[in-house]
């Protein structure tokens, strides 16, 4: 069965360190999101991406963050510049269509900024 | 804007007992409901989900659940436990009518099966 896969399943880094987070969403799915879930917390929506594009975002991805599908099957979450409360499991997810179509998670990858 | 509460953040059962952990939802107009679980050290998996069928819907694993709007609830049960059920499970929620596709998440119960 299809699945999406994230690199890596864990990263350590410096605070104001740059980190890109990869992952492969599904091969003919057409949308493409970020969450992630610190510690003790709820899983939290970060962005959606559709068409090459931002469809959606929330308040929590400021300038510090980007997305991109740099070709056919990676997506990637960059942190600019790290910081200490960026310390969370990103979970990246995709779907067919959006709206009831099941999103289809990734393992997640767990940073942890120092 | 949306919400999902979940009441109880962890839940024991004992094994062949009945499972309910409970999702109660805020949204101005008609949503998606979903349940996932999540096991250790992996990705989350949708269980079940509402799209404005049937109001009780089956799942895999035996997990079922009912929409009731006059109660606001998406309630997750299963008759009867089994240790393998152990894990945490979310409940979320999702705009029909959103662009975006956002979902949000209740803040997760984890379930306990006792031998």
């Known amino acids: 069965e299809p699945e999406v896969t994230q690199t890596p399943s864990h990263q350590v880094t410096q605070m104001g360190q740059e980190v890109i987070l990869r992952c492969v969403p599904i091969?003919?799915?057409?949308?493409f999101y970020w969450y992630r879930q610190i510690l003790g917390q709820k899983v939290e929506f970060l962005v959606s991406?559709?068409?090459?594009?931002?469809?959606?975002k929330s308040e929590i991805f400021d300038d510090q963050f980007s997305v991109e599908r740099p070709d056919g099957s990676n997506f990637t979450l960059k942190i600019r510049s790290t910081k200490l409360e960026d310390s969370a499991m990103y979970f990246c997810?995709?779907?067919?269509?959006?709206?009831?179509?099941?999103?289809?998670f990734g393992p997640g990858t767990r940073l942890l900024v120092l | 804007a949306q919400s999902v509460t979940q009441l109880g953040s962890h839940v024991s059962v004992s094994e062949g007992a009945l499972v309910l952990l409970r999702c109660n939802y805020s949204?101005?107009?008609?949503?998606?409901l979903f349940w996932y679980v999540q096991y250790p050290n992996q990705g989350l998996q949708l269980l079940l989900k509402y799209t404005s069928a049937a109001t009780l819907v089956k799942g895999i694993n035996g997990f079922e659940a009912e929409f009731k709007k006059s109660e606001t609830s998406f309630h997750l049960t299963k008759p009867s436990a089994h240790m393998s059920d152990a894990a945490e499970y979310f409940c979320a929620v999702s705009d029909r009518y959103n662009q975006g596709g956002k979902l949000i998440f209740g803040q997760g119960t984890e379930l306990s099966v006792k031998p």
């Open positions: 997810a995709s779907s067919l269509q959006q709206g009831q179509e099941t999103q289809y």
């Open positions: 991406f559709y068409n090459n594009e931002i469809s959606e």
């Open positions: 949204s101005s107009v008609p949503p998606y």
């Open positions: 091969s003919n799915h057409l949308y």
